[in-house]
C-alpha cells in the first residue's frame, strides 16, 4: 500500500500519532511518505494529524482512497467563548500502532538524539482549560515503560500530563534516572502533589531545567509550601525551575501580577501562558505582561510591570 502523511500543524514539532503509523506501515511492507498534492499521486490511505485546533486545515485536495483525520486539533470546538473536547470527533490509535517505537527518521533534524513518548496518559484534575481529562480520563496510569519509545537517546521529552499522579511514579521516576538520558517533562510536573520523597527522586533526574504551573489563583496555600520544599530539597536555582502562568482565563490582572511577583521573590521563573491568545481584544495588558515576563534578561533588570509598560512607551 501507498501512504501519505500530513502533519497539519506544520513541522515545527514532531508529531508522535503520525511517527507510530509511519512505523507500524513500513513494518508491514507499505511504501509511506509525506503527502504533496504535486509529487505524490494517489495513496492508498492518507492520514492527517492535527494537535491545534488554531491551526489551519490542510487547504490542498488529496489524492486517496480512504483520508483519515485525527488529532485534538480536529476535536477541540469553541462553544460560548470556551474550547471544549469532543471525543467523538477523535480517533484513538489502535493498541499495536499506539505501543509500537516510533519511527523517528520522518523528523530527522528534530529526533536527532530525541526520544519522545509517553509513560502515563491522564490527569485526575479536570481543569476546565484542559482537555486531557476528557481525551485521556481523569485518572492518571501507566502506558507504557521507557524502552517502547527510548533506546539509548541522549535526550528524553516526555509527554506526560501528570506522571506524579499516577500510581507507579517512583518506578517510571528511576526509569528516567537509569537512562542518564536528559530528561524534558514538557507539560511541567504537579507541584500539588509533591512531596519530599518526590522531590529526592526528581533531583536525581539529568535535567536542565523543570516546569510546574500555577494556574489557579486559589491554589496559592497549597502551592507555595510545596514551591519552598522542593526549592530545599533540590538545592536548585531559579535558572533550573520555571512555573507556567496561565492568564486571561479567570484570574484578574492583579492576580496575575501577584503571581508572577511572588514566584519570583521565592526564587523561581515564571512562564505568562495566555488563554486563547487569538481572542484578547482588549487585553494588551496581558501581551506586555507576557512579553516582560518571558524575556527572562528584562525581567530580571526591570524590577516592575510598571517599570516595564512607562519604558515601553517613551
Given at each position: 500500500?501507498?501512504?501519505?502523511?500530513?502533519?497539519?500543524?506544520?513541522?515545527?514539532?514532531?508529531?508522535?500519532?503520525?511517527?507510530?503509523?509511519?512505523?507500524?506501515?513500513?513494518?508491514?511492507?507499505?511504501?509511506?511518505?509525506?503527502?504533496?498534492?504535486?509529487?505524490?499521486?494517489?495513496?492508498?490511505?492518507?492520514?492527517?494529524?492535527?494537535?491545534?485546533?488554531?491551526?489551519?486545515?490542510?487547504?490542498?485536495?488529496?489524492?486517496?482512497?480512504?483520508?483519515?483525520?485525527?488529532?485534538?486539533?480536529?476535536?477541540?470546538?469553541?462553544?460560548?467563548?470556551?474550547?471544549?473536547?469532543?471525543?467523538?470527533?477523535?480517533?484513538?490509535?489502535?493498541?499495536?500502532?499506539?505501543h509500537i517505537y516510533?519511527?523517528?527518521?520522518?523528523?530527522?533534524?528534530?529526533?536527532?538524539?530525541?526520544?519522545?513518548?509517553?509513560?502515563?496518559?491522564?490527569?485526575?484534575?479536570?481543569?476546565?482549560?484542559?482537555?486531557?481529562?476528557?481525551?485521556?480520563?481523569?485518572?492518571?496510569?501507566?502506558?507504557?515503560?521507557?524502552?517502547?519509545?527510548?533506546?539509548?537517546?541522549?535526550?528524553?521529552?516526555?509527554?506526560?500530563p501528570n506522571i506524579?499522579?499516577c500510581s507507579e511514579?517512583?518506578?517510571?521516576?528511576?526509569?528516567?534516572?537509569?537512562?542518564?538520558?536528559?530528561?524534558?517533562?514538557?507539560?511541567?510536573?504537579?507541584?500539588?502533589?509533591?512531596?519530599?520523597?518526590?522531590?529526592?527522586?526528581?533531583?536525581?533526574?539529568?535535567?536542565?531545567?523543570?516546569?510546574?504551573?500555577?494556574?489557579?489563583?486559589?491554589?496559592?496555600?497549597?502551592?507555595?509550601?510545596?514551591?519552598?520544599?522542593?526549592?530545599?530539597?533540590?538545592?536548585?536555582?531559579?535558572?533550573?525551575?520555571?512555573?507556567?502562568?496561565?492568564?486571561?482565563?479567570?484570574?484578574?490582572?492583579?492576580?496575575?501580577?501577584?503571581?508572577?511577583?511572588?514566584?519570583?521573590?521565592?526564587?523561581?521563573?515564571?512562564?505568562?501562558?495566555?488563554?486563547?491568545?487569538?481572542?484578547?481584544?482588549?487585553?494588551?495588558?496581558?501581551?506586555?505582561?507576557?512579553?516582560?515576563?518571558?524575556?527572562?534578561?528584562?525581567?530580571?533588570?526591570?524590577?516592575?510591570?510598571?517599570?516595564?509598560?512607562?519604558?515601553?512607551?517613551?
Open positions: 500500500m501507498k501512504i501519505g502523511l500530513i502533519d497539519v500543524d506544520s513541522h515545527n514539532y514532531p508529531n508522535l500519532p503520525l511517527m507510530k503509523l509511519s512505523a507500524w506501515h513500513k513494518a508491514k511492507g507499505d511504501n509511506v511518505e509525506w503527502y504533496s498534492p504535486i509529487t505524490s499521486g494517489y495513496c492508498d490511505i492518507v492520514y492527517m494529524s492535527k494537535v491545534f485546533s488554531f491551526s489551519p486545515d490542510y487547504p490542498y485536495s488529496i489524492n486517496a482512497d480512504k483520508i483519515v483525520r485525527g488529532g485534538s486539533g480536529y476535536a477541540i470546538k469553541l462553544v460560548d467563548g470556551v474550547e471544549v473536547y469532543d471525543k467523538s470527533a477523535d480517533i484513538d490509535l489502535p493498541d499495536g500502532v499506539e516510533p519511527d523517528y527518521s520522518l523528523y530527522p533534524e528534530m529526533t536527532k538524539d530525541t526520544a519522545y513518548g509517553f509513560l502515563t496518559r491522564g490527569c485526575p484534575r479536570g481543569c476546565n482549560f484542559c482537555h486531557v481529562a476528557s481525551k485521556e480520563g481523569q485518572c492518571s496510569v501507566k502506558v507504557a515503560d521507557l524502552s517502547k519509545f527510548w533506546r539509548g537517546q541522549k535526550n528524553i521529552v516526555l509527554c506526560d506524579l499522579a511514579w517512583k518506578n517510571l521516576l528511576q526509569q528516567l534516572i537509569d537512562s542518564k538520558a536528559y530528561i524534558d517533562v514538557n507539560q511541567g510536573l504537579d507541584i500539588r502533589l509533591m512531596t519530599v520523597e518526590k522531590a529526592e527522586m526528581i533531583r536525581k533526574l539529568k535535567v536542565k531545567a523543570v516546569h510546574f504551573a500555577w494556574n489557579r489563583y486559589e491554589d496559592k496555600d497549597i502551592i507555595l509550601p510545596k514551591f519552598q520544599m522542593f526549592k530545599e530539597v533540590t538545592g536548585w536555582g531559579y535558572r533550573k525551575m520555571s512555573v507556567f502562568v496561565l492568564v486571561n482565563f479567570d484570574t484578574t490582572f492583579e492576580q496575575d501580577l501577584e503571581r508572577v511577583y511572588t514566584l519570583r521573590d521565592i526564587g523561581y521563573n515564571p512562564y505568562v501562558m495566555i488563554y486563547d491568545k487569538e481572542h484578547t481584544t482588549g487585553r494588551d495588558d496581558v501581551r506586555k505582561l507576557q512579553r516582560w515576563v518571558n524575556n527572562r534578561r528584562i525581567f530580571r533588570t526591570v524590577n516592575t510591570f510598571e517599570e516595564y509598560r512607562t519604558g515601553e512607551l517613551r
